[in-house]
């Protein structure tokens, strides 16, 4: 049967695909490679020209696509394909999201990557068997409305003054009797009820005899000629009515709403069955998500660790170096020191970064709160990078309102510095002629802080559109000919996004491959509580 149905997978990543298609046909969809049931569309605009060519029986979905995002992508699909069942899968293992995608007409809520033990196997099994669920309801449904127009029906006609019923040959026939085996008497129907529902039953009849409720319509349980009881939708009008409007006859029908009665049960045993799921599939979500990232954090502090203890001997080695360089005399001897302090320091710039990258993942990095001006952040910048700069001739420019350059700020100076000068580097590493431009603007500002974007132009290189996605991601270049020819670990851009981040604010680049780059960052510092400033 699974190789029958056809499975919908909206889904923007080819990776997460191509991991769902692997567990589906391990659980069996998708087997047959000459008629694959697993379509693929990208974008919800795909979807709704596959579902043209042809409808599939169940939809995979992700939440965030390119031309949809979050809740609207489900009540989209839901009104594309109103009876076909979604399972959403996402990235997000928030219960709130999960429940919010049930109610917005979601079967079933993974998240992308959790598909061990067959769980999206058996989340495709339930949707499709909710599915046939739902039909099987409809179209009893359907039964129910066709017979309330006398097609199949039981009828009876009920001389109300007299107590005798008229009761046809397909009423009787519906509890399995003879067209003898059944009088015309009222008790005939009345002790057939269900004593569970015998009172309501009577009582509704009873309120419609007297005026209190508009129509008569009820649901109860009527005994079979088998011992069985067989759930009947019973309604009647009043045909007539005496002069002062007592009813004297009323007329009605019997329908047999048993296999809608079983289905409706059939189908909230599995919504409840399904809720328990979902609580259960969070909880061991939030477990494994807790273990994780602890063992993320544990991981991060043995780097850190790592770091100090590889640290320690490399300074010792620069040390003797130095020492070494003083007294030596020898040429080749002098060239081969020279050779292992270079080595020595780009070395322990690598350890360094690795050590800040550990620590701000397992959340030990601590930012200070001093008061400083910016004019001192730019002063370190160019005391450090200004002869750099000057070696390959390029030139310096400081862009900064004069406003700026003396306000008052609380904050750490440090890891503002630390995040300008990276750029700067490379900003001077990659340009070989031209200039350096720094500009310091301020974007927002309030009596108690200010958001600061800082820029930094070069007529370097410039990178392609299609590398600098790669840009901030740990241990990447945008290519290895740029760690051949201009050296560097992959590290700072990375570190340096961090840091943006940690102070409130996000980092960017602007270039085109030969014309250049603009890096820029933004970081939201804070005023200082006196209005008082700081010396120069």
Not at 13 to 23: R, S, T
Not at 54 to 82: A, H, W
Not at 87 to 102: G, T
Request: proline content about 2%; charged content about 25%; glycine content about 8%.
């Amino acid at each position: 049967m699974s190789d029958e149905i056809k499975i919908l997978a909206v889904e923007d990543e080819q990776g997460d695909f191509a991991l769902i298609k692997v567990y589906l046909r391990l659980a069996g969809f998708g087997s047959d490679i000459e008629h694959d049931a697993v379509s693929w569309v990208q974008t919800l605009a795909e979807a709704k020209k596959e579902v043209l060519k042809q409808k599939p029986n169940i939809v995979l979905l992700d939440l965030n696509l390119p031309d949809s995002f979050g809740m609207e992508t489900v009540r989209k699909i839901r009104q594309l394909l109103p009876d076909v069942p979604i399972i959403v899968l996402s990235s997000n293992a928030d219960k709130n999201v999960a429940i919010a995608s049930l109610e917005e007409g979601a079967q079933d809520y993974l998240v992308k990557g959790s598909y061990e033990n067959d769980a999206l196997g058996k989340a495709v099994r339930h949707a499709l068997i909710r599915a046939k669920l739902e039909a099987k309801l409809k179209e009893s449904e359907f039964r129910w409305k066709f017979a309330v127009e006398g097609a199949g029906d039981g009828l009876w006609d009920w001389d109300v003054a007299n107590s005798t019923v008229f009761f046809s040959k397909r009423w009787k026939e519906m509890l399995g009797h003879s067209e003898d085996e059944i009088g015309q008497g009222l008790d005939e129907w009345e002790k057939r009820i269900h004593p569970d529902d015998k009172v309501a039953t009577l009582a509704a009849v009873q309120a419609y005899l007297e005026g209190r409720a508009s129509v008569y319509a009820n649901e109860h349980r009527v005994l079979c000629k088998n011992g069985e009881y067989k759930w009947i939708l019973d309604r009647g009008m009043v045909v007539a009515r005496e002069a002062e409007g007592k009813p004297l006859r009323l007329v009605g029908t019997h329908t047999d709403i048993s296999d809608r009665k079983a289905a409706a049960a059939e189908l909230k045993h599995y919504q409840d069955n399904l809720e328990h799921l979902v609580q259960q599939r969070t909880a061991e979500l939030s477990i494994a998500k807790a273990g994780a990232e602890a063992a993320n954090r544990a991981k991060s502090a043995f780097l850190a660790n790592m770091s100090h203890e590889l640290r320690t001997p490399m300074n010792g080695i620069m040390g003797m170096t130095e020492l070494a360089l003083h007294r030596a005399t020898d040429p080749k001897q002098i060239d081969q020191l020279n050779k292992v302090s270079q080595s020595s320091s780009h070395l322990l710039r690598l350890i360094n970064n690795i050590l800040e990258v550990s620590k701000i993942e397992a959340e030990q990095v601590v930012f200070e709160q001093v008061p400083f001006k910016l004019h001192s952040v730019l002063e370190e910048i160019l005391a450090l990078v200004g002869n750099k700069a000057k070696a390959k001739g390029l030139q310096l420019i400081i862009n900064i309102p004069a406003e700026l350059t003396t306000l008052p700020l609380q904050g750490d100076q440090g890891r503002l510095g630390q995040v300008l000068l990276n750029l700067v580097n490379n900003a001077i590493k990659f340009t070989a002629q031209g200039s350096v431009a720094i500009t310091i603007s301020q974007t927002e500002e309030s009596a108690s802080g200010t958001l600061l974007r800082f820029e930094v132009r070069d007529t370097g290189i410039g990178i392609a559109r299609e590398d600098q996605k790669r840009l901030f991601n740990i241990f990447e270049q945008v290519d290895d000919s740029s760690t051949r020819e201009y050296g560097g670990t992959g590290l700072g851009l990375a570190i340096s996004r961090r840091l943006a981040r940690l102070m409130g604010g996000e980092i960017g680049v602007e270039s085109e491959a030969g014309k250049g780059c603009v890096f820029w960052f933004t970081a939201r510092i804070s005023k200082q509580a006196s209005a008082e400033s700081l010396k120069p």
